[in-house]
């Protein structure tokens, strides 16, 4: 398999959780679901304590590892930041797949 098709996991943890880039991504900054799961998420991560993940389902944000967003209010128009990401970087997302919008086009 050559590097540039290959699938590439993400562990959905919470320390890619707290450095992903998604909540200030433009492709979701006018979503109202992806405003209002940000505001659950914050809460709901505080409840469960450090080092905990809420569900996928509850987060608006990791797509390379969750997959597609839940939110279908999201904008694909606007300019992707994947490629700024920490969590990009580290993982080498430039050589999978989907190598950008996980948000719409699925997990790494």
């Known amino acids: ?5 290959k699938s590439l996991e993400v562990p959905y943890i919470a320390s890619n959780l707290e450095r992903c880039m998604c909540s200030q991504c433009p492709v979701q ?15 709901e991560a505080k409840n469960l304590g450090e080092g905990k993940a809420p569900s996928p389902q ?3 944000g990791v797509y390379c590892s969750a ?3 839940i939110c279908k ?4 128009n606007k ?6 990401c920490p969590v990009w970087k580290e993982h080498n997302l430039e050589n ?4 950008k919008y996980y948000c719409s086009n699925g997990k790494a």
């Open 58 to 60: 509850s987060v608006p």
């Open 73 to 76: 209010d999201l904008d694909p």
């Open 67 to 69: 997959g597609e967003a």
């Open 1 to 5: 398999m050559s590097n540039m098709s």
């Open 29 to 43: 900054s006018e979503s109202a679901c992806a405003l209002e799961k940000m505001g659950n998420f914050k809460s």
């Open 79 to 84: 300019d992707c930041i994947c490629h700024t």
């Open 96 to 99: 999978a797949n989907v190598g």
